[in-house]
């Protein structure tokens, strides 16, 4: 596993290039500066700015300018995050800026010289790239740079590496990482270069580089086969939890939104809570009571983050299962974030992946101490729930929206006349249900209760019509 790692070892010295193609200014920045309940007016003149350079650069009124909007800040900041998270020590930051990506080397041949020089006088171990880089770039930027080149998937794979703490996990990340690596092999000197035809070049019949690649195809074929038996185990374990009528509820949302700790403050669960993104690689669940006494399977899922890598998502096939076969999705944000509504799209392009956009699903804002008392006083107006998973607000609120959108197992209201002699069906009821009458009538016990319809079931020789 660890010989298959591609970051970076704790302490390596950082060079960070963030690029930013003005051909490729995304929709999202134009349509996703959207008024916001949470977004100040400043942030918002901002906004307009913007969009008022994208229509002065289409209609031909002038020069794009160069974007200094929170897209590139927020993303470079997103990055420094992804770079901490790895144990990186970033030594310095270079921005580029180009209409259009480069074939060779993304970034441009003088560009390259600059990131050069750079990594040369601060003694940088790595160059990181804010951008996915092709095989052919990859290969140039290695040849003209004096250290190691990565990519953004590559530093989001050494996380999810470093984080892997399950033999599942652990599985699932080299998968990714051998899947990454394969159209990434490039041959250098004689040891992988192609066979002659003349005396003394013939050699054993194929070239380093194909033995590379078919050492990893096999490896692949033995973990893809891991995964599938873990997937079986976890298919049987979730059958024999659904012969018992238990829905399941699974928090997903954006990395560092605060899952985790959202997670423990509904269930005690002592999962570990961190700032660092991907904390949380391997599923947990733990069973929890809701305000109806329904029983419920809560979920804490892998964060997703903007551009997941694809590898990752198949990789992780078995854990997101836990996502498809939940009942409704709790979809926490991170009210704070001036980002939150690009956050909430990429949550929303890969739940789409999954196929499970159209479940129900619970939109949460956490965070909420961090903001202003009017900033607060805005989200009361909207449908989404506002906690504080941190300091306890919201929580009820929170279970009172999750048990009025399940559909399993739906509370209802009976009324029952139970002899005192029935202490079995006297404490189920009393424990699973919540009582709203009760009175006693020489050896009969009269009660109206409301609880899930499978318990009150099973007391019906009981019921009063």
Known sequence: MNQNRQGERRGDRAVLIAVEFSAQRSASTRAGRLASPLRTAAQARDAAAVRAEDDAAETGAGP???STSLDLQASLEEFRELVI?????????????????????????????????????????????????????????EDALPCRVVDRTQLILDIFARHARTREGQLQVETAQLEYMLPRLTGRGKAMSQLGGGIGTR??????????????????LHLKEELESVRRVRTQQRQRRESVPVPAVALVGYTNAGKSTLFNRLTQGGVLESSR??????????????????????????????????????????TLEEVQKAEVLVHVQDASSEMRDEHKAEVEKVLDELGVLGKPRIEVLNKIDLLTNDQQESLAASEMVAVSAKQGLGIETLLARIDESLVADPVIEQSFEIPQSEGTALAA??????????EFVGNLVRMTVAGPASLLGRYREFKVS
């Open 203 to 220: 050699g054993p019949g194929e070239t380093q580089l194909e033995t590379d690649r078919r050492r990893i195809q096999r490896r692949l």
């Open 85 to 141: 998270s790895a144990g990186g020590d970033i030594a310095a930051e270079i921005i580029q800026r180009r209409p259009k990506p480069d074939p060779a080397t993304l970034i441009g041949s003088g560009k390259v010289e600059e990131i050069a020089g750079v990594a040369a006088s601060v003694g940088a171990d790595v160059a990181l790239f804010n951008y996915n880089l092709t095989p052919t770039q990859l290969r140039n930027l």
């Open 429 to 438: 009821l009393g424990a699973g249900a919540v009582i709203r009458e009760r």
């Open 277 to 318: 993104m991907f904390a949380t690689l391997d599923p947990k669940l733990k069973a929890m009571l809701l305000p109806s006494r329904r029983k419920i399977l809560l979920s804490d899922t892998v964060g997703f983050i903007r551009d997941l890598p694809h590898t990752l998502v198949t990789s992780f096939r078995a």
């Open 64 to 66: 794009p300018a160069p």
